[in-house]
């Protein structure tokens, strides 16, 4: 098989459907992580990779391509990148047409965060035809980023050996050392439906949600946001069957984000504390459910990923600066567990999830120039060793 060019692989990557299922507004358009794992492991396999697929979530694995000279004793470097995206429903372009105009790559995953991916195996293939032994190259695509992240965190259970993990998201090619945790809850609020001409035989859910929003908004809100850069944001509700029937049910969630110094489990004491009178109410009127807790992130002091990226950027002539983020990513789960951890990638943030996402080409291949750089510096710091 002919080796594609980064541009040829990132076009391969868009074109394939692997929207997250938790993100799907249409199950008909069912896609999966899985489609672009099976894509990897038979478009490497010709070059002498072998390709672990690790079960997160029924159908939807974990990928870990190893070379086939993987030698236990040598340290390990891990290019880590999530094979999920966000659904298509909101986008004017092509999702899966990986079309070029203007020296733009557009389609679902261009920039979040396939580009990258696209960059890390062509640099993976490349490193490994050239003269190496210093330290072992293994690619890790994961699944269920973009909702749960529920893929590295399975990952950090295997506890694999490694010493770096590069996570790619879109930076513009800057090290990203930190970004906040993530915590979010669902409340659903229970009524009894009737008529709603005649009102005063049922029981509203959407009244009792209205006095737990009026709590959110003018208590809970401005003191977790009283620490620096903690945000908390009121972002769905759904309630009601019909207009014309008084809704028995109310569901609304919440996305908190909150930052290193941030002691999270006392705002959870202090959140269940000021709606326990209202969780006490009989018959299960109101409800508090956490989705998600994950850990803020923040490389070592000391990161020696961190270094040898640098020494890369500054070889290859890109500028650049170590950046704090507010999203989340797997770097949570993974530098949580101890990995030297670092995130990185081509394309811009602010391309994420949009409705005509988009890489620049020029953007893709500097990104390839850097990692091929930065496994140079690889090999020479472990030599040294």
Known sequence: MMKLSVIQLAQELI????????????????????????????????????????????SRPNLIVRHSSFQEQLPTVALEAHMDTVDVDTMFVDPFGGDIRQQRL????????KGTMAAMLLAMMEWYEKAHGNFNLIFIGSMGEEAGTIG?????????????ILVAEPTLLNPVIGHKGLWRLAIETRGRSCHSSQPMDGFNALYLM????????????????????????LTTIHGGTAVNMVPDHCRLEIDCRFNLNTDIQRERERLFGRLKPLLDMPDDKVKLEELE????????????????????????HVPHKPLMEPWYSDAGHFGSAGYDTIIWGAGSIAQSHTSDEYVT?????????????????????????
């Open 15 to 58: 074109r394939i459907n692997s929207i997250n299922p938790k993100c799907l507004s249409d199950w008909a358009k069912l896609g999966s992580e899985k489609n672009v794992a099976d894509w990897i492991a038979s478009y490497l396999s010709p070059f002498g990779f072998n390709c672990e697929f690790t079960p997160a979530a029924s």
């Open 210 to 233: 209205i006095d737990i929003m009026c709590l959110l908004m003018s208590d809970v809100k401005p003191d977790f946001e009283g620490q620096s850069g903690n945000t908390m944001s």
């Open 152 to 164: 590295s965190r399975y990952l950090t259970t295997l506890k694999l050996p490694l010493q770096m």
């Open 106 to 113: 557009y389609g679902r995953g261009a920039c979040d965060v």
């Open 361 to 385: 080409l020029e953007q893709l291949q500097t990104a390839v120039q850097v990692l091929q750089e930065f496994l140079i510096q690889c090999d020479k710091y472990f030599l040294s060793r």
């Open 293 to 316: 807790l994950r850990p803020a992130y923040l490389a070592p002091k000391k990161s020696v990923l961190l270094k040898l990226l640098h020494k890369a950027l500054v070889h290859t």
